[in-house]
């Protein structure tokens, strides 16, 4: 079979509904050039039982037919889940009715006699919308990590810097490696935005989350009833990237019977959709990343040895975050800033018992888990004061004895009155103690004595209600200043 022109990739079926003869013969004489598969229909009865039949991508639907109004059938399909672009076609046009038909949903409208470059002009209209469709699916960019995945001064850091700037440029493949949360996805977004594709689509397949199963529809996209609950054509993730970036995510977890499939796309930039025959071509850079040791995955036959040298055209290691110490405060102020715009938190910055835990500490984890302590850490703190060691909750914390009381709220829990005689209390009540006790301690402060008990403040602000209700308030006392 033929391949489908890069230009049309995203159109593929469309249906004509015209009962003028001259002008369905010369929309199918456009569409027979662009090589598009074409159906015909000369009423709305034929309309409708061509789209019980199969999908449309896009459908050139006339105005005034034989058996009704096709503004009327336009807005049936606008109710679709699933529904094509629509191209009204009119003798009769007036603004009237362009805007009632666009508001109707089409997607264009346009005059008889029209001439062929206009339909081409239409078609390209269709095409990159429907692409554009799909990508936004599938597209996600977080600005904001985009910002931290370079901060850094470490000899480690300056290098990936000049590495990706040495890259970027080239439509090289590059396989990203390293431990988990050490930012790999990031990297690769990085190769991607100064790349000379960023204004392209960069679209992400995550290999270790998709089902075995449907992990080849999600490459190659799927014809509708290629399989039970394939109600509809779908594009693959290869077919969205056509023209920009593609990122196979942990490529590792790929099937072994998947690899061969994948190795053909990469040599030859084709491949065929599930239950498919035609073959669709595309240009796509392709950027790898894997927290495993792919070549011992290749020596235990795990991982196919060709398409191993194919991703490993560029490879880039990602450092752990306990081999770049001079970025981790660097990267703890950094998230510091981001998370007290987030959450509305004015914190002062890190304590120096803060400070001394996050160097102490080997972030197993790396910059995901520290990004996470540190967002954690703002929610519990307190507008103009710092972070404390204590509200990082960190294993070992070298700040357990600092002095001040409110910076060392774990030790709340230790003022719980033992006024009970040795009797067995009802833990309602040790609870109600205990509260009773963080509160005391903290002076009222709701936010730092959650912490303390640790809690979230929405439980203790729920405890504190319910003890109002059965008429014993326990912060009575504090409520003037309490946050």
Sequence with gaps: MPATPLSVMSLEKILIVEDEQVVRNLLQSIFARHKYAVSCAVN??????????????????DIR???GDGQKFLEQIAALPERPLVVMTTGYGTIESAVACMRAGAFDYVLKPFAPSQIDVILRKAASYRQLLGVNRLLTDDPEDADSVLVGRSPVMQRMRQLIDRVAP?????????????????IAREFYRRSPRRGQPFIKVNCAAVSENLIESEFFGHERGAFTGATERREGRFELAHQGTLLLDEVSEIPAGLQAKLLRVLQEREFERVGGNRTIKVNVRIIATSNRDLLRYVEKGDFRQDLYYRLNVFPVQVPPLRERAEDILLLADHFLRRFSRKHGVKVTGLSDSARSAVMAYQWPGNVRELQNTIERAVIMSESGRPVTAALLGLPGNPGAAEPPPL???AAVPAAVPDDSNGAIQPLAELEKQAIQAALRQTQGNRTQAAAALGISIRTL???LQEYRDTGDPVDANFDSVAP
């Design 170 to 186: 080239t439509d090289a493949t590059v396989l990203v490696t390293g431990e988990s949360g050490t930012g790999k996805e990031m």
């Design 461 to 463: 602000r729920n405890k």
């Design 407 to 409: 910076e060392e709220l």
């Design 44 to 61: 709305l009865a034929e309309a409708q039982a061509a789209m019980q039949r199969e999908s449309f991508d896009l459908i050139m639907l």
């Design 65 to 67: 037919l034989p058996d």
